[in-house]
């Protein structure tokens, strides 16, 4: 993921964050680097992005950069369930290999993460998991957060 020139950082609670604060800039961001992040998964989960109702609500989205409670974000059941057998690929226990790395990296050589991104209406996780993870194992309360809310429809 190239980083954006001029991307401040910034410290909560002794994690060190790439920060975006300009919602179009985080807008831009969201519907450039990390929709294609996100349309690859759709692919690799044998899911067509062009009808994944996620990447259809990218563009009608405000984004924030906000401070959440870790314990107010939801996790997706159907993420953290999610296994193919046939690639023995299991989800969860991929998120515990990735989960261990990025903790070591912080603590030893305070790796500087990029924020979460949740969804407005239901506070759940939609980026993030591994490094939403590794805060909770350190124990850590609040975490930068973007949020995207839908915006009000037109008439």
Do not use: H
């Amino acid at each position: 993921m190239k980083r954006f020139s001029g991307t401040p950082i910034r410290r909560l609670e002794g994690i060190t964050y790439w920060v975006i604060e300009d919602p179009d800039g985080i807008y831009d961001f969201i519907n450039t680097e990390i929709r294609k992040e996100w349309e690859v998964d759709a692919e690799f989960e044998r899911r067509d992005p062009r009808r994944d109702q996620w990447l259809n609500t990218l563009s009608n989205r405000r984004w924030t950069l906000e401070i959440l409670k870790t314990s107010r974000i939801q996790l997706n059941p159907a993420i953290m369930k999610y296994s193919d057998m046939k690639r023995n690929y299991v989800f969860s226990k991929e998120l515990a290999k990735r989960t261990a790395e990025l903790r070591q990296g912080i603590e030893t050589y305070a790796m500087v993460i990029w924020p979460l991104i949740v969804r407005m209406e239901d506070r759940v996780l939609v980026d993030g998991y591994c490094r939403y993870t590794t805060l909770k194992a350190m124990n850590i309360k609040r975490t930068y957060a973007y949020v995207g809310s839908l915006k009000p429809q037109s008439t």
